[in-house]
C-alpha cells in the first residue's frame, strides 16, 4: 500500500478543539499624529490571570457555528473588558483570492499555491498548535486528558484594535482576569510564555509595516 511522502497526522473529532485569540492595540488617533507615530506610539493590552500571576494573551475555544474571527472579538470583550474590532492588515497567505464577484468569475479557479499578500481583516495571522496530551499540570488534568484520547488545541490568532478615536474605555471582563496596556518592547517582555512573545512580535511587524503602506499610499 502506497505511503505519502509528507508527514501526516489524522485526529477525528473529538481529539481536536480550535480556540481564537487576539493580539489588541491601542493606537493613537489619526487626526492628532502621522501614521508613523502612530505606529511608534501604540500600546498592547494583556491579561493578567491573577490566581496564576500569569501574563496573557486573550484567547478561547470557539462556541458553536461561530467564526473563528467572531471569536477572537469576543474573548477579547470577554477577558479585558475592552470593545474592538478587528483590523484591516497587510499579510502574506496561502490562502486562495475570491475569484468572484456578484457571482460572477474575475480570475483562475486554479490557482498557484503560494504566498500573496492580501489586505484584510478576517484572515488570521498565526496559528499554534498544541499537542494536549504532551504536558498536563496536575494528574486530574493527565487522566482527563487520557480519557479523551489527548489530541490538539488549533489557536488561530488574529489582531484587534480598540476603536478609530483611540477610546480606552474599558468595560467588565471575567473576574479571574485583570488586563493592563504597555508598550510594545514592555508587554513582549512581560509576557509568561515564549509561544505569546512570538505572536506579539508578528503582529508588532505586520502593524507596522500596514501603517507604512498606507502611509506610502496617502503621500
Known amino acids: 500500500m502506497a505511503k505519502s511522502k509528507f508527514i501526516t497526522r489524522s485526529y477525528s473529532s473529538e481529539r481536536y478543539v480550535e480556540s481564537a485569540g487576539c493580539v489588541l492595540f491601542h493606537l493613537p488617533p ?3 499624529h502621522t501614521n508613523t507615530e502612530r505606529s ?3 500600546q498592547i493590552c494583556l491579561i493578567n490571570y491573577i ?3 500569569e501574563w496573557l494573551l486573550p484567547k478561547g475555544r ?3 457555528d461561530e467564526k473563528r474571527c467572531d471569536a477572537a472579538v469576543r474573548e477579547v470583550k470577554e477577558e479585558t473588558g475592552y470593545e474592538c474590532k478587528l483590523m484591516d492588515l497587510y499579510k502574506f497567505t496561502r490562502r486562495t483570492m475570491n475569484n468572484y464577484r456578484d457571482g460572477e468569475l474575475t480570475g483562475e479557479l ?6 500573496r499578500m492580501k489586505y484584510t481583516n478576517e484572515e488570521a495571522f498565526w496559528l499554534q498548535i498544541r499537542e494536549l496530551d504532551k504536558v498536563c499540570d496536575n494528574e486530574e488534568e493527565k487522566n482527563g486528558n487520557d480519557e479523551n484520547g489527548g489530541g490538539i488545541k488549533l489557536i488561530w490568532w488574529f489582531i484587534g484594535v480598540v476603536d478609530d478615536d483611540g477610546d480606552k474605555t474599558v468595560g467588565q471582563g471575567e473576574e479571574q482576569f485583570k488586563s493592563q496596556w504597555f508598550d510594545y518592547e514592555e508587554a513582549i517582555n512581560r509576557l509568561t510564555f ?3 512573545r512570538m505572536v506579539v ?3 508588532v511587524d505586520i502593524v507596522s509595516d500596514t501603517i507604512s503602506r498606507l502611509n506610502t499610499k496617502e503621500c
Do not use: C, P
Not at 486554479?110 to 504566498?115: G, H, L, S, T
Open 30 to 32: 489619526s487626526s492628532n
Open 40 to 42: 511608534k506610539a501604540g
Open 51 to 53: 490566581s496564576r500571576n
Open 62 to 64: 470557539l462556541n458553536v
Open 110 to 115: 486554479d490557482e498557484q499555491d503560494i504566498a
Open 194 to 196: 515564549d509561544n505569546d
Open 201 to 203: 512580535r508578528k503582529a
